[in-house]
């Protein structure tokens, strides 16, 4: 959990109203954040896959409200808005919206384990007598 919790911290920073909610949920919904940071390749028993298709379908419906608010899309065919609507929830946009908040660096991408692990912005960058990985350094050195 000290990932969920670093993402909170992250989005109480960042982002307030985000934060604030994130703070108020109850543990049952701390699983859910666990399992929105899960990707598939972690290999645990969820994965933000069911979250993500939610996610897709709700942010398919505020682009389709949003454009038929919108004044200078009145005359358009609904072929064109599709397109625009595509355009704006495309993966690659959302990948860099996701990243420019820093989200990307809480996703939980593999199978957790202790010899690899280390703690967010740090990397093994040293051995000790054995070959062993032991000494962490800064991502920024």
Known sequence: ??????FIQHCVYNFPILGYCLTEISDVGLNRVVESLTAKSCCMDVTYDRLEWLGDAVLKLLH???LLKWEYTSYLHEGYLTMIRSVMGSNDRLKDIASAAGFDKFILLRPLNRAEWSPFGLRYCGVDENGNQDILCNDDN
Request: glycine residues 0%; without cysteine; charged residues 10%.
């Open 64 to 66: 389709t409200d949003s």
């Open 1 to 6: 959990y000290l990932t969920v919790m670093a």
